[in-house]
């Protein structure tokens, strides 16, 4: 029978970067600081958290990739709000920054996780960026976190 594999929730002593977009920032600095609290409540040390702001959600994949290339980090959480307005400009931004972000995390060695909230409406916005539908940037770290833990356990074998 073969093994089974299965990543926990600690990552003491890991280097983790954070990617968010100052565009919609209302909900981003929600979802940074959700990521925050996540990795604090499992042990991260606040000094092993790296944060860069870009200027919207479309640059955020290339951030993420600068954060890849160093080599320094265990995983890198990618998090913004994009909210549909009266323009196709909604379609286009989530589709390429999911396409990128997808992108990065397979060219690279280390979970590069998406926790970009698209939402039609304020209302989704806001329940998704910490009130009744929890915090999309702690869902995002507590990925995080197991990813980086079931990638250790895989190269153990």
Not at 36 to 53: F, M, N, Y
Not at 123 to 135: C, H, L, M, P, V
Request: net charge negative.
């Amino acid at each position: 029978m073969g093994k089974t594999f299965e990543g926990k929730f600690d990552s003491r002593g890991k280097k983790i970067a954070i990617v968010g977009s100052r565009f919609n920032d209302f909900f981003t600095s929600e979802l940074v600081e959700g990521a925050k609290d996540c990795l604090r409540r499992h042990g991260v040390d606040e000094s092993q958290i790296d944060t860069a702001w870009v200027p919207g959600g479309f640059e955020i994949p290339f951030a993420a990739k600068r954060f890849v290339s160093t080599g320094r980090y265990a995983a890198v959480i990618c998090v913004g709000c994009i909210i549909q307005g009266d323009t196709p400009h909604f379609h286009y931004v989530s589709s390429e920054v999911t396409k990128g972000i997808a992108m990065v995390g397979m060219e690279s060695n280390i979970p590069v996780v998406f926790g970009i909230v698209t939402a039609e409406t304020l209302d989704q916005a806001i329940e998704r960026s910490g009130t009744k539908a929890g915090n999309k940037g702690f869902d995002a770290a507590l990925t995080a976190l197991e990813m980086i833990d079931l990638c250790d356990v895989i190269d153990e074998g």
